[in-house]
Protein backbone atom coordinates (compact mmCIF):
# COMPACT_ATOMS: atom_id res chain seq x y z
CA UNK A 1 0.00 0.00 0.00
CA UNK A 2 1.75 3.31 -1.17
CA UNK A 3 1.23 6.28 1.22
CA UNK A 4 -1.86 8.96 -0.33
CA UNK A 5 0.14 11.91 1.55
CA UNK A 6 3.01 13.06 2.20
CA UNK A 7 4.88 16.22 4.65
CA UNK A 8 3.25 19.08 4.37
CA UNK A 9 -0.18 18.07 3.13
CA UNK A 10 -3.28 19.91 4.83
CA UNK A 11 -5.28 16.53 6.13
CA UNK A 12 -8.88 16.49 8.24
CA UNK A 13 -9.62 13.66 10.66
CA UNK A 14 -12.64 11.93 10.24
CA UNK A 15 -15.88 12.96 12.02
CA UNK A 16 -16.49 8.96 12.74
CA UNK A 17 -17.53 6.99 15.32
CA UNK A 18 -17.03 3.50 14.64
CA UNK A 19 -17.97 0.53 17.39
CA UNK A 20 -14.89 -1.44 18.95
CA UNK A 21 -10.74 0.11 19.80
CA UNK A 22 -9.04 2.25 17.32
CA UNK A 23 -6.66 4.77 18.21
CA UNK A 24 -7.63 8.02 17.30
CA UNK A 25 -8.60 9.83 20.35
CA UNK A 26 -11.91 12.00 20.08
CA UNK A 27 -10.96 15.24 20.26
CA UNK A 28 -9.24 15.08 16.94
CA UNK A 29 -12.30 14.18 15.34
CA UNK A 30 -13.09 16.30 12.87
CA UNK A 31 -10.50 18.48 12.75
CA UNK A 32 -7.94 19.92 10.01
CA UNK A 33 -3.73 19.95 10.52
CA UNK A 34 -0.61 19.03 8.44
CA UNK A 35 1.29 16.10 7.88
CA UNK A 36 4.61 16.59 9.46
CA UNK A 37 6.25 12.78 9.38
CA UNK A 38 5.21 9.49 7.78
CA UNK A 39 6.18 7.15 10.09
CA UNK A 40 5.73 4.02 7.67
CA UNK A 41 2.97 0.96 7.51
CA UNK A 42 2.26 -1.13 10.30
CA UNK A 43 -0.66 -3.18 10.77
CA UNK A 44 -4.10 -1.59 11.70
CA UNK A 45 -5.04 -1.76 15.42
CA UNK A 46 -8.25 -1.69 14.95
CA UNK A 47 -8.19 -5.35 13.40
CA UNK A 48 -5.18 -6.50 15.87
CA UNK A 49 -7.73 -5.91 18.68
CA UNK A 50 -9.62 -8.78 17.21
CA UNK A 51 -6.96 -10.74 16.87
CA UNK A 52 -6.65 -10.71 13.32
CA UNK A 53 -2.48 -10.04 13.17
CA UNK A 54 -1.95 -10.88 9.02
CA UNK A 55 -4.07 -8.03 7.89
CA UNK A 56 -2.64 -5.41 5.29
CA UNK A 57 -0.16 -2.84 6.85
CA UNK A 58 -1.60 0.39 6.48
CA UNK A 59 0.30 4.33 6.57
CA UNK A 60 0.55 6.15 9.56
CA UNK A 61 0.92 9.50 9.49
CA UNK A 62 2.22 12.64 12.38
CA UNK A 63 0.05 14.75 12.02
CA UNK A 64 0.27 18.70 13.74
CA UNK A 65 -2.86 20.30 14.97
CA UNK A 66 -2.78 24.23 16.43
CA UNK A 67 -4.30 23.48 19.94
CA UNK A 68 -6.33 26.19 19.46
CA UNK A 69 -8.29 24.62 16.78
CA UNK A 70 -8.48 21.89 19.28
CA UNK A 71 -9.58 23.33 22.21
CA UNK A 72 -12.58 25.98 22.47
CA UNK A 73 -11.58 27.23 25.48
CA UNK A 74 -7.68 27.12 25.37
CA UNK A 75 -5.67 28.98 27.58
CA UNK A 76 -2.09 28.52 26.41
CA UNK A 77 -0.51 30.40 23.53
CA UNK A 78 -1.82 30.64 20.03
CA UNK A 79 1.32 28.94 18.57
CA UNK A 80 1.02 25.93 20.66
CA UNK A 81 0.83 22.65 18.72
CA UNK A 82 -0.34 19.22 19.33
CA UNK A 83 1.19 16.17 16.64
CA UNK A 84 -0.90 12.81 16.90
CA UNK A 85 -0.04 9.36 15.16
CA UNK A 86 -3.39 8.74 12.69
CA UNK A 87 -3.33 5.80 10.50
CA UNK A 88 -4.36 6.64 6.66
CA UNK A 89 -8.02 5.31 6.74
CA UNK A 90 -8.84 8.06 9.57
CA UNK A 91 -7.80 10.95 7.20
CA UNK A 92 -9.19 13.21 4.12
CA UNK A 93 -7.65 15.22 2.18
CA UNK A 94 -8.82 18.70 3.32
CA UNK A 95 -10.34 20.75 0.14
CA UNK A 96 -10.69 24.04 1.51
CA UNK B 1 -15.04 -1.86 59.14
CA UNK B 2 -16.97 -5.53 59.43
CA UNK B 3 -19.38 -6.17 62.43
CA UNK B 4 -17.24 -8.61 63.43
CA UNK B 5 -14.04 -6.49 63.74
CA UNK B 6 -14.68 -3.96 65.93
CA UNK B 7 -12.27 -3.87 68.12
CA UNK B 8 -9.22 -1.05 68.68
CA UNK B 9 -6.08 -1.00 66.80
CA UNK B 10 -4.30 1.79 68.64
CA UNK B 11 -1.09 1.69 70.22
CA UNK B 12 -2.94 1.00 73.59
CA UNK B 13 -4.27 -1.89 72.12
CA UNK B 14 -4.40 -4.38 75.12
CA UNK B 15 -3.35 -7.98 73.51
CA UNK B 16 -0.25 -7.62 72.47
CA UNK B 17 -0.97 -11.31 70.57
CA UNK B 18 -3.36 -10.05 68.41
CA UNK B 19 -2.00 -7.51 65.66
CA UNK B 20 -2.41 -7.10 61.69
CA UNK B 21 0.48 -6.67 59.30
CA UNK B 22 0.96 -2.97 58.53
CA UNK B 23 -0.29 -3.50 54.94
CA UNK B 24 -1.96 -6.55 53.19
CA UNK B 25 -0.08 -9.24 51.78
CA UNK B 26 -0.17 -9.40 47.97
CA UNK B 27 -3.03 -12.34 48.27
CA UNK B 28 -5.25 -10.20 50.70
CA UNK B 29 -6.24 -8.42 47.77
CA UNK B 30 -8.62 -9.87 45.06
CA UNK B 31 -6.70 -10.41 41.53
CA UNK B 32 -8.47 -8.35 38.77
CA UNK B 33 -9.68 -9.84 35.23
CA UNK B 34 -6.38 -8.59 33.43
CA UNK B 35 -4.27 -10.56 36.12
CA UNK B 36 -6.02 -13.66 35.81
CA UNK B 37 -5.88 -13.47 32.44
CA UNK B 38 -2.14 -12.27 32.52
CA UNK B 39 -1.23 -15.37 34.90
CA UNK B 40 -3.30 -17.88 32.33
CA UNK B 41 -1.23 -16.51 29.22
CA UNK B 42 2.27 -17.09 30.93
CA UNK B 43 1.56 -20.88 32.11
CA UNK B 44 -0.23 -21.46 28.55
CA UNK B 45 2.75 -20.69 26.67
CA UNK B 46 4.87 -22.49 29.04
CA UNK B 47 2.88 -25.50 28.78
CA UNK B 48 2.91 -25.26 25.11
CA UNK B 49 6.55 -24.93 25.30
CA UNK B 50 6.27 -21.64 23.10
CA UNK B 51 8.43 -20.26 25.93
CA UNK B 52 10.32 -21.35 28.84
CA UNK B 53 9.57 -20.11 32.85
CA UNK B 54 12.93 -19.26 32.45
CA UNK B 55 12.76 -17.01 29.36
CA UNK B 56 9.11 -15.25 31.06
CA UNK B 57 11.40 -14.68 34.39
CA UNK B 58 14.48 -13.68 32.05
CA UNK B 59 12.18 -10.91 30.26
CA UNK B 60 10.64 -9.67 33.41
CA UNK B 61 14.29 -8.80 35.31
CA UNK B 62 15.53 -7.03 31.71
CA UNK B 63 12.51 -4.89 31.65
CA UNK B 64 12.43 -4.21 35.49
CA UNK B 65 16.01 -3.11 35.27
CA UNK B 66 15.48 -0.42 32.75
CA UNK B 67 16.47 3.14 34.21
CA UNK B 68 16.07 6.27 32.80
CA UNK B 69 19.82 6.18 33.14
CA UNK B 70 19.82 4.84 29.40
CA UNK B 71 17.90 7.66 27.76
CA UNK B 72 20.12 10.10 29.98
CA UNK B 73 23.22 8.10 28.21
CA UNK B 74 21.83 9.36 24.95
CA UNK B 75 21.07 12.47 25.82
CA UNK B 76 24.57 13.59 27.11
CA UNK B 77 25.98 12.27 24.25
CA UNK B 78 23.87 14.35 21.95
CA UNK B 79 24.83 17.27 24.16
CA UNK B 80 28.84 16.50 23.63
CA UNK B 81 28.09 15.37 19.61
CA UNK B 82 25.96 17.40 17.66
CA UNK B 83 27.39 15.00 14.54
CA UNK B 84 25.30 12.18 17.41
CA UNK B 85 22.09 14.73 18.07
CA UNK B 86 21.88 15.06 14.27
CA UNK B 87 21.84 11.07 13.92
CA UNK B 88 19.97 10.00 17.42
CA UNK B 89 17.00 12.80 16.28
CA UNK B 90 16.77 11.44 12.77
CA UNK B 91 17.11 7.67 13.88
CA UNK B 92 17.45 6.52 17.03
CA UNK B 93 18.12 2.84 16.89
CA UNK B 94 20.87 3.28 14.35
CA UNK B 95 22.46 5.82 17.17
CA UNK B 96 21.65 4.25 19.80
CA UNK B 97 23.65 0.50 17.66
CA UNK B 98 26.34 3.29 17.88
CA UNK B 99 27.13 3.18 21.05
CA UNK B 100 25.90 -0.73 21.82
CA UNK B 101 22.36 0.23 23.27
CA UNK B 102 19.31 -1.59 21.91
CA UNK B 103 16.62 1.13 21.74
CA UNK B 104 14.07 -1.69 21.60
CA UNK B 105 11.67 -2.93 19.00
CA UNK B 106 9.19 0.24 18.70
CA UNK B 107 10.15 3.37 16.70
CA UNK B 108 11.54 5.96 19.39
CA UNK B 109 11.46 9.37 17.86
CA UNK B 110 13.50 12.09 19.64
CA UNK B 111 11.76 15.09 19.99
CA UNK B 112 14.34 18.51 20.41
CA UNK B 113 13.73 21.05 22.98
CA UNK B 114 15.11 24.26 21.68
CA UNK B 115 14.71 28.51 23.18
CA UNK B 116 11.85 28.38 21.07
CA UNK B 117 9.81 25.02 21.06
CA UNK B 118 9.30 22.56 24.22
CA UNK B 119 7.79 18.99 23.68
CA UNK B 120 5.70 16.88 26.10
CA UNK B 121 4.73 13.58 25.96
CA UNK B 122 1.51 11.58 26.65
CA UNK B 123 -0.31 8.92 25.62
CA UNK B 124 -4.07 9.92 26.17
CA UNK B 125 -5.47 6.57 24.83
CA UNK B 126 -3.62 4.57 27.33
CA UNK B 127 0.33 4.54 28.92
CA UNK B 128 2.43 4.18 25.88
CA UNK B 129 6.11 5.21 27.15
CA UNK B 130 9.50 4.58 25.48
CA UNK B 131 10.37 2.14 28.30
CA UNK B 132 13.48 0.71 26.68
CA UNK B 133 15.10 4.07 27.48
CA UNK B 134 12.95 5.29 30.64
CA UNK B 135 12.18 1.82 32.17
CA UNK B 136 8.48 1.93 33.72
CA UNK B 137 6.46 4.87 33.51
CA UNK B 138 5.37 6.90 37.04
CA UNK B 139 1.99 6.44 37.89
CA UNK B 140 0.96 9.83 37.38
CA UNK B 141 1.65 9.31 33.56
CA UNK B 142 -0.78 6.41 33.36
CA UNK B 143 -3.28 8.50 35.38
CA UNK B 144 -6.51 10.06 33.63
CA UNK B 145 -5.63 13.82 35.22
CA UNK B 146 -2.40 13.75 33.37
CA UNK B 147 -3.17 12.48 30.16
CA UNK B 148 -6.51 14.51 30.02
CA UNK B 149 -4.51 17.69 31.25
CA UNK B 150 -1.41 17.66 29.71
CA UNK B 151 -3.13 17.60 26.16
CA UNK B 152 -5.64 20.22 26.67
CA UNK B 153 -4.00 22.70 29.05
CA UNK B 154 -0.44 21.70 29.62
CA UNK B 155 1.09 24.90 30.54
CA UNK B 156 -0.92 24.39 33.50
CA UNK B 157 0.70 21.16 33.89
CA UNK B 158 4.03 21.92 33.38
CA UNK B 159 3.31 24.96 36.00
CA UNK B 160 2.18 22.06 38.73
CA UNK B 161 5.45 20.26 38.00
CA UNK B 162 7.56 23.61 38.49
CA UNK B 163 8.00 24.62 34.94
CA UNK B 164 6.95 27.99 34.48
CA UNK B 165 7.70 28.58 30.41
CA UNK B 166 7.16 31.99 28.44
CA UNK B 167 4.26 32.26 26.25
CA UNK B 168 6.63 33.11 23.34
CA UNK B 169 7.54 29.05 23.90
CA UNK B 170 5.58 27.33 21.27
CA UNK B 171 4.27 24.19 22.99
CA UNK B 172 4.27 20.85 20.96
CA UNK B 173 2.63 17.99 23.13
CA UNK B 174 3.24 14.58 21.15
CA UNK B 175 0.47 11.94 22.05
CA UNK B 176 1.89 8.57 21.69
CA UNK B 177 -1.58 7.25 19.74
CA UNK B 178 0.07 4.25 17.64
CA UNK B 179 3.46 2.74 16.73
CA UNK B 180 5.53 5.45 17.80
CA UNK B 181 7.15 6.32 21.04
CA UNK B 182 8.73 10.07 21.99
CA UNK B 183 11.55 10.75 24.19
CA UNK B 184 12.50 14.40 24.77
CA UNK B 185 16.17 15.74 24.21
CA UNK B 186 16.50 18.60 27.40
CA UNK B 187 18.70 21.85 25.90
CA UNK B 188 21.51 21.40 27.57
CA UNK B 189 22.11 23.44 30.81
CA UNK B 190 23.91 26.42 31.29
CA UNK B 191 27.24 26.31 33.43
CA UNK B 192 28.34 22.53 32.13
CA UNK B 193 30.93 23.50 29.82
CA UNK B 194 34.09 20.72 30.44
CA UNK B 195 31.92 18.22 31.92
CA UNK B 196 32.32 14.94 30.99
CA UNK B 197 29.59 12.58 29.42
CA UNK B 198 28.90 10.94 32.86
CA UNK B 199 28.73 14.03 34.26
CA UNK B 200 25.66 15.48 32.23
CA UNK B 201 24.05 12.17 32.00
CA UNK B 202 23.88 12.38 35.93
CA UNK B 203 21.68 15.80 35.02
CA UNK B 204 19.07 14.43 33.21
CA UNK B 205 16.18 12.89 34.86
CA UNK B 206 13.51 11.03 33.65
CA UNK B 207 11.26 13.63 33.35
CA UNK B 208 13.10 16.16 31.80
CA UNK B 209 12.91 13.30 29.23
CA UNK B 210 9.15 13.22 29.72
CA UNK B 211 9.54 17.32 29.31
CA UNK B 212 7.58 17.89 32.47
CA UNK B 213 10.28 19.81 33.78
CA UNK B 214 13.86 20.80 32.09
CA UNK B 215 17.67 19.61 33.50
CA UNK B 216 19.20 22.24 35.62
CA UNK B 217 23.44 22.57 35.69
CA UNK B 218 25.41 21.85 38.68
CA UNK B 219 24.60 23.69 41.96
CA UNK B 220 27.05 26.71 42.69
CA UNK B 221 27.20 25.20 45.91
Known amino acids: MSARYKVGDTVRVRQAFPPGHCRTPYYCRGKSGVVVRCCGEYRNPEYLAYGTYDGPEEPLYRVQFMQTDMWDDYSGAPHDKVEIEIYEHWLVPETS | ?221
Open chain 2, 1 to 221: MSSDHHHDHGMYDSDPLHHHPPQPDLEDTPLTHHQIMQIAVGELLIEKNIISADELRAQIEFQDSITPARGAELVARAWSDDGFKGRLIADSKAAGDEIGMDVGPVPILVMENTPTVHNLIVCTLCSCYPRFLLGIPPDWYKSRSYRRRAISEPRKVLSEFGTDLNDSVEIKVHDSTADMRYMVLPMRPAGTDGMSEAELAGLVTRDCMIGVTVPEGPSKA
